[in-house]
C-alpha cells in the first residue's frame, strides 16, 4: 500500500508562485502521478500528470503554461509548480498515483494523498 503525502501549500497573492510536492512511501518508477484539486462547492478536477516514464505529460486547459509537473524517482517525490497563480486556483490539492499509467486524465489512479491547500488572494 502506497502512501502519498502532499506539502508545500500555502497562502499566495495572485501572480505569484508555489511549489507544492508529494513524496511517497515507496518507489514511485512504476507509476504515473497526477494532481488534482478541488475547489470550495466543487467536484475534484484533474490538473496535470506525467507517464510512469516520464515521457509524457497531460495539462488541464485551465492550467497549460502556467503549471509545471516535474518527478524525481530517486526521491519518490513529484512536484507541482505553479506560476501565475489566480485566484480560481484556490483549492485543495491532491497527488495520486496509477500503476503504469499514462498519467492522463482518463487513467484510474489506485493512491491518494490527503491534500494540501493553496489560498490565492486576490
Known amino acids: 500500500q502506497m502512501q502519498l503525502v502532499e506539502s508545500g501549500g500555502g497562502l499566495v497573492q495572485a501572480g505569484g508562485s508555489l511549489r507544492v510536492s508529494c513524496v511517497a512511501s515507496?518507489?514511485?518508477?512504476?507509476?504515473?502521478m497526477g494532481w488534482f484539486r478541488r475547489a470550495p462547492g466543487k467536484e475534484r478536477e484533474f490538473v496535470v500528470g506525467?507517464?510512469?516514464?516520464?515521457?509524457?505529460?497531460d495539462y488541464a486547459d485551465s492550467v497549460k503554461g502556467r503549471f509545471t509537473i516535474s518527478r524525481d524517482n530517486a526521491k519518490n517525490t513529484v512536484y507541482l509548480q505553479m506560476n501565475s497563480l489566480k485566484p480560481e486556483d484556490t483549492a485543495v490539492y491532491y497527488c495520486?498515483?496509477?500503476?503504469w499509467g499514462r498519467g492522463s486524465i482518463s487513467d484510474t489512479y489506485d493512491y491518494w494523498g490527503q491534500g494540501t491547500q493553496v489560498t490565492v488572494s486576490s
Open positions: 495520486a498515483a496509477d500503476l
Open positions: 506525467i507517464s510512469w516514464s516520464g515521457g509524457s505529460t
Open positions: 515507496s518507489r514511485i518508477n512504476a507509476y504515473a
